[in-house]
Protein backbone atom coordinates (compact mmCIF):
# COMPACT_ATOMS: atom_id res chain seq x y z
CA UNK A 1 0.00 0.00 0.00
CA UNK A 2 1.51 3.62 -1.15
CA UNK A 3 1.28 6.23 1.52
CA UNK A 4 -1.20 7.92 -0.49
CA UNK A 5 -3.94 5.21 -0.71
CA UNK A 6 -6.98 6.26 0.42
CA UNK A 7 -9.26 2.93 -0.53
CA UNK A 8 -7.78 -0.57 -1.55
CA UNK A 9 -10.34 -2.93 -2.67
CA UNK A 10 -8.20 -6.48 -1.78
CA UNK A 11 -8.70 -9.35 -3.40
CA UNK A 12 -12.85 -9.39 -3.93
CA UNK A 13 -14.49 -12.21 -5.04
CA UNK A 14 -18.57 -12.22 -4.98
CA UNK A 15 -20.56 -14.92 -7.24
CA UNK A 16 -24.27 -15.29 -7.65
CA UNK A 17 -25.00 -18.61 -8.45
CA UNK A 18 -22.83 -19.72 -10.89
CA UNK A 19 -21.73 -16.92 -12.37
CA UNK A 20 -18.86 -15.20 -11.13
CA UNK A 21 -19.02 -11.05 -10.67
CA UNK A 22 -15.95 -10.60 -8.89
CA UNK A 23 -13.07 -12.96 -9.15
CA UNK A 24 -9.81 -11.45 -7.04
CA UNK A 25 -10.22 -8.03 -7.92
CA UNK A 26 -7.57 -5.49 -6.54
CA UNK A 27 -7.52 -1.78 -6.47
CA UNK A 28 -6.05 1.25 -5.01
CA UNK A 29 -7.45 4.50 -5.28
CA UNK A 30 -5.38 7.93 -4.24
CA UNK A 31 -7.07 10.35 -1.89
CA UNK A 32 -8.80 13.05 -4.20
CA UNK A 33 -8.02 10.98 -7.34
CA UNK A 34 -11.07 9.91 -9.69
CA UNK A 35 -11.33 6.45 -10.83
CA UNK A 36 -13.30 5.33 -13.61
CA UNK A 37 -13.82 1.43 -13.79
CA UNK A 38 -15.19 0.61 -17.48
CA UNK A 39 -16.20 -2.82 -18.91
CA UNK A 40 -18.67 -4.26 -20.73
CA UNK A 41 -22.40 -5.41 -18.85
CA UNK A 42 -21.28 -8.29 -16.73
CA UNK A 43 -17.63 -7.77 -16.37
CA UNK A 44 -18.40 -6.94 -12.77
CA UNK A 45 -18.02 -2.94 -12.22
CA UNK A 46 -21.13 -2.60 -10.55
CA UNK A 47 -20.70 -4.88 -7.74
CA UNK A 48 -17.31 -3.99 -7.20
CA UNK A 49 -19.11 -0.43 -6.22
CA UNK A 50 -21.94 -1.70 -4.86
CA UNK A 51 -19.48 -3.41 -2.35
CA UNK A 52 -17.47 -0.88 -1.45
CA UNK A 53 -21.03 1.25 -0.96
CA UNK A 54 -22.24 -1.66 1.43
CA UNK A 55 -24.47 -2.43 -0.75
CA UNK A 56 -23.84 -6.05 -1.59
CA UNK A 57 -22.06 -8.34 0.51
CA UNK A 58 -18.72 -10.25 -0.47
CA UNK A 59 -17.70 -14.17 -0.74
CA UNK A 60 -14.60 -12.65 0.34
CA UNK A 61 -12.32 -9.79 0.37
CA UNK A 62 -11.29 -6.63 2.26
CA UNK A 63 -12.71 -2.94 1.79
CA UNK A 64 -10.49 -0.54 3.47
CA UNK A 65 -10.79 2.87 3.34
CA UNK A 66 -8.77 5.47 5.15
CA UNK A 67 -6.65 2.73 7.16
CA UNK A 68 -9.90 1.28 8.18
CA UNK A 69 -11.35 -2.14 7.58
CA UNK A 70 -14.93 -1.18 6.16
CA UNK A 71 -15.56 -4.72 5.24
CA UNK A 72 -18.25 -5.53 7.54
CA UNK A 73 -19.91 -2.28 7.82
CA UNK A 74 -23.20 -1.53 7.26
CA UNK A 75 -23.67 0.76 4.26
CA UNK A 76 -25.51 3.25 6.57
CA UNK A 77 -22.34 3.60 8.86
CA UNK A 78 -19.95 3.89 6.06
CA UNK A 79 -19.89 7.70 5.03
CA UNK A 80 -19.84 6.75 1.42
CA UNK A 81 -21.74 8.96 -1.19
CA UNK A 82 -23.82 7.51 -3.86
CA UNK A 83 -25.66 8.72 -7.22
CA UNK A 84 -27.69 6.20 -9.16
CA UNK A 85 -28.27 5.33 -12.50
CA UNK A 86 -31.68 5.60 -11.89
CA UNK A 87 -33.47 8.48 -10.49
CA UNK A 88 -33.49 8.12 -6.72
CA UNK A 89 -34.14 11.17 -5.34
CA UNK A 90 -36.70 10.83 -2.59
CA UNK A 91 -40.39 11.96 -4.34
CA UNK A 92 -42.14 13.59 -1.43
CA UNK A 93 -39.01 15.90 -0.36
CA UNK A 94 -37.97 18.78 -2.09
CA UNK A 95 -34.59 19.70 -3.65
CA UNK A 96 -33.37 20.91 -0.80
CA UNK A 97 -35.02 18.23 1.83
CA UNK A 98 -33.08 15.81 -0.58
CA UNK A 99 -29.92 17.66 0.15
CA UNK A 100 -30.86 17.83 3.60
CA UNK A 101 -31.60 14.29 4.40
CA UNK A 102 -28.07 12.92 5.29
CA UNK A 103 -27.35 15.82 6.82
CA UNK A 104 -30.33 15.27 9.07
CA UNK A 105 -29.41 11.37 9.96
CA UNK A 106 -25.38 12.54 10.97
CA UNK A 107 -25.24 11.50 14.31
CA UNK A 108 -24.09 15.09 15.46
CA UNK A 109 -27.20 16.25 14.32
CA UNK A 110 -26.16 19.36 12.55
CA UNK A 111 -28.20 22.48 12.82
CA UNK A 112 -31.39 23.35 11.47
CA UNK A 113 -29.48 26.99 9.82
CA UNK A 114 -26.13 24.95 9.55
CA UNK A 115 -27.93 22.14 7.49
CA UNK A 116 -29.98 24.75 5.26
CA UNK A 117 -26.80 27.03 4.49
CA UNK A 118 -24.87 23.54 3.47
CA UNK A 119 -27.67 22.49 1.02
CA UNK A 120 -28.30 26.20 -0.29
CA UNK A 121 -24.14 25.81 -0.95
CA UNK A 122 -24.61 22.57 -2.74
CA UNK A 123 -27.53 23.78 -4.68
CA UNK A 124 -25.22 26.55 -5.89
CA UNK A 125 -22.47 23.92 -6.72
CA UNK A 126 -24.58 21.90 -8.96
CA UNK A 127 -25.98 25.11 -10.59
CA UNK A 128 -29.67 24.84 -8.93
CA UNK A 129 -30.23 27.37 -6.32
CA UNK A 130 -33.15 28.88 -7.91
CA UNK A 131 -35.34 25.01 -7.59
CA UNK A 132 -34.20 23.97 -4.15
CA UNK A 133 -38.11 23.96 -3.52
CA UNK A 134 -38.86 22.00 -6.65
CA UNK A 135 -40.00 18.26 -6.49
CA UNK A 136 -38.29 15.54 -8.20
CA UNK A 137 -41.54 15.51 -10.68
CA UNK A 138 -40.48 19.31 -11.13
CA UNK A 139 -37.45 18.31 -12.21
CA UNK A 140 -35.87 16.88 -15.68
CA UNK A 141 -33.60 13.98 -15.71
CA UNK A 142 -30.05 15.84 -15.48
CA UNK A 143 -31.37 18.14 -13.12
CA UNK A 144 -32.55 15.39 -10.65
CA UNK A 145 -28.96 13.82 -11.14
CA UNK A 146 -27.67 17.15 -9.88
CA UNK A 147 -29.82 17.00 -6.86
CA UNK A 148 -28.88 13.63 -6.52
CA UNK A 149 -24.98 14.91 -7.09
CA UNK A 150 -25.49 17.24 -4.23
CA UNK A 151 -27.45 15.02 -1.87
CA UNK A 152 -24.36 12.64 -2.06
CA UNK A 153 -21.78 15.60 -1.71
CA UNK A 154 -23.78 16.99 1.42
CA UNK A 155 -22.50 14.44 3.61
CA UNK A 156 -18.81 15.21 2.98
CA UNK A 157 -18.68 11.21 1.82
CA UNK A 158 -15.25 9.28 2.31
CA UNK A 159 -15.84 8.47 -1.45
CA UNK A 160 -18.04 9.32 -3.80
CA UNK A 161 -19.65 6.34 -6.43
CA UNK A 162 -20.66 7.21 -9.11
CA UNK A 163 -23.02 4.04 -10.17
CA UNK A 164 -23.77 5.02 -14.39
CA UNK A 165 -25.26 8.54 -13.38
CA UNK A 166 -25.59 9.77 -16.37
CA UNK A 167 -26.57 6.78 -18.77
CA UNK A 168 -30.60 7.89 -18.73
CA UNK A 169 -29.19 11.20 -19.91
CA UNK A 170 -29.63 12.31 -23.53
CA UNK A 171 -26.15 12.71 -24.86
CA UNK A 172 -25.88 16.97 -24.73
CA UNK A 173 -26.94 16.69 -20.86
CA UNK A 174 -24.89 13.95 -20.50
CA UNK A 175 -21.59 15.29 -21.90
CA UNK A 176 -22.22 18.75 -19.66
CA UNK A 177 -22.93 16.65 -16.75
CA UNK A 178 -20.06 14.89 -16.68
CA UNK A 179 -17.98 17.87 -17.19
CA UNK A 180 -19.61 19.58 -13.87
CA UNK A 181 -18.88 16.07 -11.80
CA UNK A 182 -15.80 16.71 -12.65
CA UNK A 183 -14.94 20.40 -12.11
CA UNK A 184 -16.72 19.45 -8.59
CA UNK A 185 -14.51 16.52 -7.76
CA UNK A 186 -11.96 18.81 -8.34
CA UNK A 187 -12.84 21.86 -6.53
CA UNK A 188 -13.93 19.57 -3.36
CA UNK A 189 -10.84 17.37 -3.92
CA UNK A 190 -13.24 13.84 -3.16
CA UNK A 191 -11.95 10.73 -3.70
CA UNK A 192 -14.36 9.39 -6.32
CA UNK A 193 -14.96 5.52 -8.05
CA UNK A 194 -17.12 6.27 -11.53
CA UNK A 195 -18.51 3.37 -12.91
CA UNK A 196 -19.34 3.66 -16.58
CA UNK A 197 -19.67 2.03 -19.85
CA UNK A 198 -19.70 4.37 -21.77
CA UNK A 199 -15.26 4.80 -22.68
CA UNK A 200 -15.39 8.20 -23.90
CA UNK A 201 -17.25 9.34 -20.56
CA UNK A 202 -14.80 7.51 -18.42
CA UNK A 203 -11.42 8.33 -20.78
CA UNK A 204 -12.93 11.95 -20.75
CA UNK A 205 -13.02 12.76 -17.18
CA UNK A 206 -10.81 10.20 -15.13
CA UNK A 207 -7.37 10.42 -13.75
CA UNK A 208 -6.96 6.79 -14.08
CA UNK A 209 -8.99 4.18 -15.89
CA UNK A 210 -9.31 0.79 -14.76
CA UNK A 211 -10.78 -1.55 -17.71
CA UNK A 212 -12.95 -4.99 -16.03
CA UNK A 213 -13.15 -7.94 -17.42
CA UNK A 214 -14.74 -11.50 -15.98
CA UNK A 215 -14.77 -9.94 -12.38
CA UNK A 216 -10.67 -8.89 -12.77
CA UNK A 217 -9.00 -5.25 -13.30
CA UNK A 218 -7.77 -6.38 -17.01
CA UNK A 219 -5.33 -2.79 -16.76
CA UNK A 220 -5.79 0.71 -14.99
CA UNK A 221 -3.92 3.59 -15.97
CA UNK A 222 -4.22 7.19 -17.52
CA UNK A 223 -6.78 7.35 -20.40
CA UNK A 224 -4.03 8.32 -22.60
CA UNK A 225 -1.88 5.23 -21.89
CA UNK A 226 -4.39 2.95 -21.23
CA UNK A 227 -5.18 4.43 -25.18
CA UNK A 228 -2.03 4.52 -26.64
CA UNK A 229 -0.46 1.31 -24.63
CA UNK A 230 -3.37 -1.58 -23.81
CA UNK A 231 -1.70 -4.60 -22.12
CA UNK A 232 -4.11 -6.67 -23.46
CA UNK A 233 -6.04 -7.23 -26.76
CA UNK A 234 -8.72 -7.13 -24.68
CA UNK A 235 -8.35 -3.58 -23.29
CA UNK A 236 -6.76 -2.38 -26.62
CA UNK A 237 -10.14 -3.58 -28.70
CA UNK A 238 -12.30 -2.34 -25.82
CA UNK A 239 -10.84 1.23 -25.38
CA UNK A 240 -11.69 2.78 -28.78
CA UNK A 241 -11.59 1.59 -32.49
CA UNK A 242 -8.94 -1.52 -33.95
CA UNK A 243 -7.95 -2.63 -37.48
CA UNK A 244 -7.31 -6.16 -36.86
CA UNK A 245 -4.32 -6.75 -39.68
CA UNK A 246 -2.39 -9.91 -40.22
CA UNK A 247 1.24 -9.39 -39.80
CA UNK A 248 4.53 -10.89 -39.23
CA UNK A 249 6.46 -10.49 -35.99
CA UNK A 250 10.33 -10.76 -35.39
CA UNK A 251 11.24 -9.93 -31.56
CA UNK A 252 9.89 -6.24 -30.95
CA UNK A 253 8.12 -5.00 -34.37
CA UNK A 254 5.40 -6.27 -36.89
CA UNK A 255 5.52 -6.25 -40.59
CA UNK A 256 2.28 -4.92 -41.58
CA UNK A 257 0.96 -3.19 -45.38
CA UNK A 258 4.13 -2.59 -46.37
CA UNK A 259 5.45 -1.01 -43.16
CA UNK A 260 7.14 -2.26 -40.15
CA UNK A 261 5.64 -1.48 -36.38
CA UNK A 262 6.91 -1.43 -33.06
CA UNK A 263 5.28 -3.62 -30.81
CA UNK A 264 3.84 -2.86 -27.40
CA UNK A 265 4.68 -5.08 -24.46
CA UNK A 266 2.10 -7.77 -23.78
CA UNK A 267 2.55 -8.78 -27.81
CA UNK A 268 3.10 -11.56 -29.30
CA UNK A 269 6.78 -12.00 -29.63
CA UNK A 270 7.43 -14.64 -32.73
CA UNK A 271 5.28 -16.27 -35.84
CA UNK A 272 1.86 -14.56 -37.60
CA UNK A 273 0.21 -12.27 -35.28
CA UNK A 274 -2.81 -9.72 -35.67
CA UNK A 275 -1.80 -6.13 -34.81
CA UNK A 276 -4.68 -3.62 -34.27
CA UNK A 277 -4.11 -0.82 -35.31
CA UNK A 278 -5.93 2.41 -34.64
CA UNK A 279 -7.96 4.20 -37.09
CA UNK A 280 -5.91 7.68 -36.68
CA UNK A 281 -3.07 5.06 -37.14
CA UNK A 282 -3.27 5.42 -40.43
CA UNK A 283 -2.37 7.96 -43.44
CA UNK A 284 -4.68 8.09 -46.31
CA UNK A 285 -3.89 10.25 -49.35
CA UNK A 286 -5.75 10.27 -52.55
CA UNK A 287 -3.53 8.69 -55.49
CA UNK A 288 -4.80 6.99 -58.91
CA UNK A 289 -2.07 3.93 -58.30
CA UNK A 290 -2.46 3.66 -54.85
CA UNK A 291 -3.13 0.19 -53.10
CA UNK A 292 -6.67 0.91 -51.56
CA UNK A 293 -10.29 2.14 -52.44
CA UNK A 294 -12.45 4.09 -50.43
CA UNK A 295 -16.14 1.52 -50.18
CA UNK A 296 -17.49 5.04 -47.98
CA UNK A 297 -16.94 7.99 -46.03
CA UNK A 298 -18.73 9.48 -43.05
CA UNK A 299 -18.53 12.84 -41.97
CA UNK A 300 -18.07 13.44 -38.62
CA UNK A 301 -17.45 17.12 -38.05
CA UNK A 302 -13.94 17.75 -37.17
CA UNK A 303 -12.71 14.15 -38.49
CA UNK A 304 -13.76 11.84 -41.03
CA UNK A 305 -14.44 8.28 -40.88
CA UNK A 306 -13.13 6.28 -44.23
CA UNK A 307 -13.88 2.37 -44.92
CA UNK A 308 -11.50 1.82 -47.09
CA UNK A 309 -10.87 -2.31 -49.22
CA UNK A 310 -7.32 -3.25 -49.72
CA UNK A 311 -6.20 -4.45 -52.75
CA UNK A 312 -5.99 -7.83 -50.81
CA UNK A 313 -9.39 -7.40 -50.20
CA UNK A 314 -8.74 -6.86 -46.13
CA UNK A 315 -11.64 -4.06 -44.66
CA UNK A 316 -10.09 -1.56 -42.42
CA UNK A 317 -11.32 1.54 -41.42
CA UNK A 318 -9.49 4.99 -41.16
CA UNK A 319 -9.97 8.42 -39.19
CA UNK A 320 -8.57 11.66 -40.86
CA UNK A 321 -9.07 15.70 -39.79
CA UNK A 322 -11.45 16.41 -42.23
CA UNK A 323 -9.10 18.84 -43.99
CA UNK A 324 -6.85 16.13 -44.69
CA UNK A 325 -10.10 13.74 -46.21
CA UNK A 326 -11.42 16.42 -48.90
CA UNK A 327 -11.82 15.05 -51.81
CA UNK A 328 -11.23 11.89 -50.61
CA UNK A 329 -14.89 10.20 -51.43
CA UNK A 330 -16.36 6.47 -51.70
CA UNK A 331 -15.04 5.12 -54.54
CA UNK A 332 -11.68 7.26 -54.69
CA UNK A 333 -8.50 5.09 -55.36
CA UNK A 334 -6.36 5.67 -52.29
CA UNK A 335 -2.56 4.92 -51.05
CA UNK A 336 -2.43 3.67 -47.38
CA UNK A 337 0.39 3.49 -45.25
CA UNK A 338 0.63 3.28 -41.53
CA UNK A 339 2.11 5.78 -38.84
CA UNK A 340 5.24 5.01 -37.09
CA UNK A 341 3.27 3.88 -33.79
CA UNK A 342 3.73 1.08 -31.47
CA UNK A 343 0.63 -1.34 -31.48
CA UNK A 344 -0.80 -4.52 -29.67
CA UNK A 345 0.11 -7.65 -31.47
CA UNK A 346 -2.05 -10.36 -30.63
CA UNK A 347 -2.09 -13.63 -31.93
CA UNK A 348 -3.40 -14.82 -35.08
CA UNK A 349 -6.29 -17.46 -35.13
CA UNK B 1 -63.02 23.08 -31.44
CA UNK B 2 -64.81 20.89 -33.69
CA UNK B 3 -62.74 17.41 -32.52
CA UNK B 4 -63.17 18.78 -28.75
CA UNK B 5 -66.85 19.00 -28.92
CA UNK B 6 -68.00 15.24 -28.82
CA UNK B 7 -64.97 14.35 -26.09
CA UNK B 8 -67.17 17.56 -23.81
CA UNK B 9 -70.53 15.52 -24.37
CA UNK B 10 -68.99 12.26 -23.56
CA UNK B 11 -67.78 13.53 -20.58
CA UNK B 12 -70.89 14.84 -19.47
CA UNK B 13 -72.93 12.00 -20.81
CA UNK B 14 -70.37 9.55 -18.96
CA UNK B 15 -70.44 11.80 -15.26
CA UNK B 16 -74.22 12.51 -15.59
CA UNK B 17 -74.71 8.37 -15.93
CA UNK B 18 -72.21 7.64 -13.20
CA UNK B 19 -73.50 10.67 -11.17
CA UNK B 20 -77.53 8.97 -11.75
CA UNK B 21 -76.24 5.68 -10.37
CA UNK B 22 -74.78 6.86 -7.29
CA UNK B 23 -76.76 9.48 -6.57
CA UNK B 24 -80.31 7.89 -7.01
CA UNK B 25 -80.08 5.32 -4.45
CA UNK B 26 -79.09 8.14 -1.78
CA UNK B 27 -81.86 10.23 -2.81
CA UNK B 28 -84.17 7.07 -2.70
CA UNK B 29 -83.13 6.23 0.80
CA UNK B 30 -83.50 10.34 1.87
CA UNK B 31 -86.54 10.08 -0.09
CA UNK B 32 -88.18 6.66 1.83
CA UNK B 33 -86.56 8.09 5.82
CA UNK B 34 -88.32 11.02 5.44
CA UNK B 35 -92.05 9.56 4.34
CA UNK B 36 -94.87 9.35 7.32
CA UNK B 37 -93.94 6.04 9.29
CA UNK B 38 -96.77 6.61 12.10
CA UNK B 39 -100.63 7.64 12.65
CA UNK B 40 -99.37 11.21 13.61
CA UNK B 41 -97.07 12.13 10.92
CA UNK B 42 -98.50 14.07 7.97
CA UNK B 43 -96.49 15.08 4.91
CA UNK B 44 -92.69 14.74 5.05
CA UNK B 45 -91.12 14.74 8.49
CA UNK B 46 -87.85 14.67 9.90
CA UNK B 47 -88.91 12.22 12.70
CA UNK B 48 -86.69 9.11 11.63
CA UNK B 49 -84.17 11.06 11.39
CA UNK B 50 -84.62 13.04 14.94
CA UNK B 51 -84.75 10.01 16.83
CA UNK B 52 -81.45 8.70 15.92
CA UNK B 53 -79.72 10.03 18.53
CA UNK B 54 -82.10 7.95 21.18
CA UNK B 55 -81.77 4.81 19.56
CA UNK B 56 -80.27 2.16 22.37
CA UNK B 57 -76.66 0.61 21.55
CA UNK B 58 -76.25 3.18 18.52
CA UNK B 59 -73.84 5.49 19.42
CA UNK B 60 -72.04 2.91 21.30
CA UNK B 61 -72.18 0.66 18.22
CA UNK B 62 -70.69 3.33 15.93
CA UNK B 63 -67.78 4.21 18.24
CA UNK B 64 -67.28 0.96 19.08
CA UNK B 65 -66.99 -0.04 14.85
CA UNK B 66 -65.18 3.41 14.64
CA UNK B 67 -62.34 2.27 17.54
CA UNK B 68 -62.05 -0.96 15.73
CA UNK B 69 -61.55 0.40 12.22
CA UNK B 70 -59.01 2.78 14.01
CA UNK B 71 -56.92 -0.42 15.44
CA UNK B 72 -57.40 -1.46 12.08
CA UNK B 73 -55.89 1.46 10.53
CA UNK B 74 -53.09 1.22 12.97
CA UNK B 75 -52.02 -2.73 12.29
CA UNK B 76 -52.20 -1.73 8.20
CA UNK B 77 -49.96 1.58 9.09
CA UNK B 78 -47.51 -0.59 11.51
CA UNK B 79 -47.53 -4.12 10.54
CA UNK B 80 -49.20 -4.99 6.98
CA UNK B 81 -47.34 -1.72 5.22
CA UNK B 82 -44.12 -2.32 6.85
CA UNK B 83 -44.69 -6.49 6.09
CA UNK B 84 -45.39 -5.65 2.52
CA UNK B 85 -42.43 -3.08 2.00
CA UNK B 86 -40.02 -5.53 3.80
CA UNK B 87 -40.81 -8.58 1.80
CA UNK B 88 -40.52 -6.17 -1.62
CA UNK B 89 -37.00 -5.46 -0.63
CA UNK B 90 -35.76 -8.55 1.36
CA UNK B 91 -37.57 -11.40 0.33
CA UNK B 92 -38.33 -11.15 -3.21
CA UNK B 93 -38.77 -14.94 -3.57
CA UNK B 94 -41.58 -14.77 -1.08
CA UNK B 95 -43.50 -12.27 -2.96
CA UNK B 96 -46.21 -14.57 -4.70
CA UNK B 97 -46.55 -17.06 -1.42
CA UNK B 98 -47.13 -13.80 0.35
CA UNK B 99 -49.70 -12.38 -1.67
CA UNK B 100 -51.47 -15.89 -2.20
CA UNK B 101 -51.78 -16.03 1.60
CA UNK B 102 -53.14 -12.40 1.57
CA UNK B 103 -55.76 -13.50 -1.02
CA UNK B 104 -56.78 -16.38 0.88
CA UNK B 105 -59.64 -14.46 2.91
CA UNK B 106 -61.62 -13.33 -0.36
CA UNK B 107 -61.63 -17.32 -1.43
CA UNK B 108 -62.87 -18.65 1.79
CA UNK B 109 -66.58 -17.73 2.20
CA UNK B 110 -66.79 -15.31 5.32
CA UNK B 111 -69.00 -17.82 6.67
CA UNK B 112 -66.44 -20.46 6.84
CA UNK B 113 -64.06 -18.04 8.42
CA UNK B 114 -66.58 -17.44 11.35
CA UNK B 115 -66.57 -21.01 12.06
CA UNK B 116 -62.80 -21.22 12.47
CA UNK B 117 -62.89 -18.63 14.56
CA UNK B 118 -64.88 -18.81 16.69
CA UNK B 119 -64.20 -20.74 19.52
CA UNK B 120 -61.24 -18.21 19.44
CA UNK B 121 -63.60 -15.91 20.09
CA UNK B 122 -65.24 -17.81 22.60
CA UNK B 123 -61.82 -18.11 24.28
CA UNK B 124 -61.57 -14.35 24.25
CA UNK B 125 -64.86 -13.37 25.31
CA UNK B 126 -64.25 -15.88 28.46
CA UNK B 127 -60.69 -15.08 29.28
CA UNK B 128 -60.03 -11.44 28.22
CA UNK B 129 -63.24 -9.09 27.15
CA UNK B 130 -66.09 -9.34 25.76
CA UNK B 131 -65.52 -5.61 23.44
CA UNK B 132 -66.48 -6.02 20.10
CA UNK B 133 -62.85 -4.15 19.39
CA UNK B 134 -61.42 -7.33 19.40
CA UNK B 135 -63.20 -7.98 16.30
CA UNK B 136 -59.96 -6.21 14.77
CA UNK B 137 -58.09 -8.73 14.97
CA UNK B 138 -60.32 -10.81 11.99
CA UNK B 139 -60.93 -7.51 10.03
CA UNK B 140 -57.32 -7.51 9.67
CA UNK B 141 -57.28 -11.02 8.03
CA UNK B 142 -60.24 -9.97 6.34
CA UNK B 143 -59.16 -6.85 4.81
CA UNK B 144 -56.04 -8.41 3.57
CA UNK B 145 -56.49 -9.26 -0.43
CA UNK B 146 -57.68 -5.15 -0.75
CA UNK B 147 -55.17 -3.65 1.10
CA UNK B 148 -52.05 -6.09 -0.01
CA UNK B 149 -53.33 -5.59 -3.78
CA UNK B 150 -53.64 -1.68 -3.48
CA UNK B 151 -49.61 -1.38 -2.00
CA UNK B 152 -48.20 -3.87 -4.14
CA UNK B 153 -49.42 -1.63 -6.87
CA UNK B 154 -48.00 1.32 -5.51
CA UNK B 155 -44.56 -0.59 -4.42
CA UNK B 156 -44.70 -1.87 -8.00
CA UNK B 157 -45.18 1.65 -9.32
CA UNK B 158 -41.88 2.92 -7.69
CA UNK B 159 -38.19 1.82 -7.88
CA UNK B 160 -38.46 1.21 -4.19
CA UNK B 161 -34.78 -0.66 -3.75
CA UNK B 162 -33.24 2.35 -4.96
CA UNK B 163 -34.46 4.46 -2.82
CA UNK B 164 -34.07 2.61 0.03
CA UNK B 165 -30.60 2.21 -1.15
CA UNK B 166 -30.01 6.01 -1.19
CA UNK B 167 -31.17 6.41 2.14
CA UNK B 168 -29.06 3.62 3.81
CA UNK B 169 -25.91 5.03 1.89
CA UNK B 170 -26.91 8.64 3.55
CA UNK B 171 -27.52 6.81 6.98
CA UNK B 172 -30.79 5.98 7.37
CA UNK B 173 -30.94 2.71 9.33
CA UNK B 174 -34.16 0.01 8.08
CA UNK B 175 -36.79 1.52 10.08
CA UNK B 176 -36.20 4.54 8.58
CA UNK B 177 -36.02 3.69 5.20
CA UNK B 178 -39.33 1.86 5.55
CA UNK B 179 -41.47 4.56 7.97
CA UNK B 180 -39.26 7.78 6.67
CA UNK B 181 -38.67 7.02 2.87
CA UNK B 182 -40.81 3.91 1.45
CA UNK B 183 -43.81 4.70 3.35
CA UNK B 184 -44.54 8.14 2.51
CA UNK B 185 -43.41 7.20 -1.20
CA UNK B 186 -46.08 4.87 -1.70
CA UNK B 187 -48.99 7.37 0.63
CA UNK B 188 -51.59 6.94 -2.01
CA UNK B 189 -51.40 3.45 -1.91
CA UNK B 190 -51.46 3.40 1.71
CA UNK B 191 -54.61 5.89 1.86
CA UNK B 192 -55.87 4.05 -0.57
CA UNK B 193 -55.65 0.32 0.67
CA UNK B 194 -57.11 2.27 4.39
CA UNK B 195 -60.27 4.02 2.65
CA UNK B 196 -61.30 -0.08 1.75
CA UNK B 197 -60.16 -1.72 4.69
CA UNK B 198 -62.48 1.24 6.66
CA UNK B 199 -65.26 0.77 4.59
CA UNK B 200 -65.08 -2.74 4.56
CA UNK B 201 -64.14 -2.31 8.55
CA UNK B 202 -67.53 -0.53 8.90
CA UNK B 203 -69.98 -2.32 6.51
CA UNK B 204 -69.06 -5.83 8.24
CA UNK B 205 -72.38 -7.96 9.20
CA UNK B 206 -71.85 -11.73 8.85
CA UNK B 207 -68.73 -11.60 11.27
CA UNK B 208 -69.80 -9.64 14.04
CA UNK B 209 -73.49 -10.89 13.87
CA UNK B 210 -73.00 -14.38 14.03
CA UNK B 211 -70.21 -14.23 16.63
CA UNK B 212 -72.72 -11.78 18.44
CA UNK B 213 -71.51 -8.71 18.46
CA UNK B 214 -72.88 -5.43 18.77
CA UNK B 215 -70.91 -3.48 15.84
CA UNK B 216 -73.02 -0.63 13.76
CA UNK B 217 -74.21 -2.48 11.06
CA UNK B 218 -75.31 -5.13 13.70
CA UNK B 219 -77.32 -2.63 15.35
CA UNK B 220 -78.59 -0.75 12.14
CA UNK B 221 -80.11 -4.15 11.08
CA UNK B 222 -81.51 -4.32 14.42
CA UNK B 223 -83.11 -0.90 14.21
CA UNK B 224 -84.46 -2.05 10.94
CA UNK B 225 -86.42 -5.02 12.40
CA UNK B 226 -88.44 -2.33 14.29
CA UNK B 227 -88.33 0.80 12.00
CA UNK B 228 -87.38 0.50 8.49
CA UNK B 229 -87.23 4.41 8.25
CA UNK B 230 -84.76 5.01 10.98
CA UNK B 231 -82.71 1.86 9.99
CA UNK B 232 -82.28 3.82 6.41
CA UNK B 233 -81.51 6.91 7.84
CA UNK B 234 -78.86 5.69 9.95
CA UNK B 235 -77.40 4.23 6.85
CA UNK B 236 -78.04 7.22 5.00
CA UNK B 237 -75.87 9.23 7.91
CA UNK B 238 -73.19 6.83 7.87
CA UNK B 239 -72.69 7.08 4.33
CA UNK B 240 -73.11 10.93 4.77
CA UNK B 241 -70.71 10.79 7.66
CA UNK B 242 -67.72 8.92 5.54
CA UNK B 243 -68.64 11.35 2.86
CA UNK B 244 -67.14 13.73 4.56
CA UNK B 245 -64.93 12.28 6.02
CA UNK B 246 -63.28 11.27 2.39
CA UNK B 247 -64.10 14.89 1.76
CA UNK B 248 -61.98 16.42 4.34
CA UNK B 249 -58.75 14.58 3.40
CA UNK B 250 -56.99 17.50 1.43
CA UNK B 251 -56.02 16.29 -2.43
CA UNK B 252 -53.23 18.44 -2.93
CA UNK B 253 -51.60 18.34 0.57
CA UNK B 254 -48.59 16.55 -0.25
CA UNK B 255 -47.49 15.34 3.93
CA UNK B 256 -50.27 12.98 5.52
CA UNK B 257 -49.71 14.13 9.43
CA UNK B 258 -50.24 9.67 10.30
CA UNK B 259 -47.93 8.78 7.23
CA UNK B 260 -44.81 11.17 7.81
CA UNK B 261 -43.20 10.15 10.65
CA UNK B 262 -40.09 12.38 11.25
CA UNK B 263 -38.44 9.87 12.90
CA UNK B 264 -34.80 12.26 12.43
Known amino acids: MSSSTYVQLVDLSKHFGKVRALDGLNLEIAQGELVALLGPSGCGKTTALRALAGLQELDRGQLIVDGKDVTFQNANKRGMGMVFQAYSLFPHMTARENVEYGLKLRAHKTASDKRKARSAELLELVGLSTHANHFPHQLSGGQQQRVALARALAISPKVLLLDEPLSALDAKVRTQLREEIRRIQMELGTTTLFVTHDQEEALSIADRVGVMRNGQLEQIAAPAELYDRPKTAFVAEFVGLTNPIAGKVSSSSIEVLGSVLKTLPGSVTSGNGIALVRPESIDVVASKSGNATVTSASFLGASCRLTISMTDGTRITAQLPSLDAAGIGAGASVQVSLLDMPVFVKAAG | ?264
Open chain 2, 1 to 264: MKKKLPVRIWRWTIITVVGTYLIVPLYSMYDFSTKPFGFQDKGRTFRAWKIIPGQPDLIAAISRSLITAAIVMALILFLIVPTAIWVHLKLPALRRPFELLCLLPLAIPAIVIVVGIAPLYRWISIHLTESPITLSGVYSMLILPYTYRSLSAALDAVDIHTLAEAARTLGADTRRVIFGIIMPTIKTGIVNGSFIAIALVLGEYTISNILNYKTFQVVIAQIGRTNGNVAVAVSLASILFVLVLLLLIPTKKRRSAVLDVDLV
